[in-house]
C-alpha cells in the first residue's frame, strides 16, 4: 500500500479541518529558522520538489514567461501550470511581492 493520501478518501469537513490546522500553524511559525525547519522536516523529499517547482512556475509567470517555456524548463503538464496559474490570480499583494523579489 501506498504512503500517499487520497483527498477523496477524506470527508469535505476533515479535508477542511486538516488544512485549517496546518495554515494556523504555519501563521504562528511565520517567518524564520522555525517555518524553515518545520518543512525541511515534515515535508518529504518529493513533496518538497513538488512545492518548491510551484513556487518557480509561479515566479515564471509573474515574470511574464509563457507556458512552453515554462513546460520545457521544468517538465511540467498544462495541468499544473494552470493551477499554478489560477493560484497565481488570487494572490494577496504581499505574496505577490514576496515572489517578485
Known amino acids: 500500500m501506498s ?4 483527498h477523496r478518501a477524506i470527508s469535505t469537513k476533515m479535508l477542511s479541518d486538516l488544512e485549517q490546522e496546518l ?10 529558522e522555525d517555518l524553515a525547519f518545520f ?8 513533496e518538497s520538489i513538488m ?4 513556487i518557480r ?8 514567461r ?6 520545457s524548463e521544468f517538465n ?8 499554478v ?7 494577496p499583494a504581499s505574496v505577490r511581492k514576496l515572489l517578485e523579489s
Request: glycine letters at 10%; hydrophobic letters at 40%.
Open 85 to 91: 496559474e489560477s493560484w497565481v490570480q488570487r494572490l
Open 23 to 32: 495554515q494556523r500553524l504555519l501563521m504562528r511559525m511565520g517567518k524564520g
Open 57 to 64: 512556475i509561479a515566479k515564471r509567470l509573474l515574470a511574464g
Open 76 to 83: 511540467v503538464g498544462l495541468a499544473t501550470i494552470s493551477s
Open 51 to 54: 512545492l518548491g517547482r510551484r
Open 66 to 71: 509563457n507556458t512552453s517555456q515554462i513546460r
Open 3 to 6: 504512503g500517499k493520501v487520497s
Open 39 to 46: 518543512v525541511h522536516h515534515m515535508l518529504t523529499k518529493s
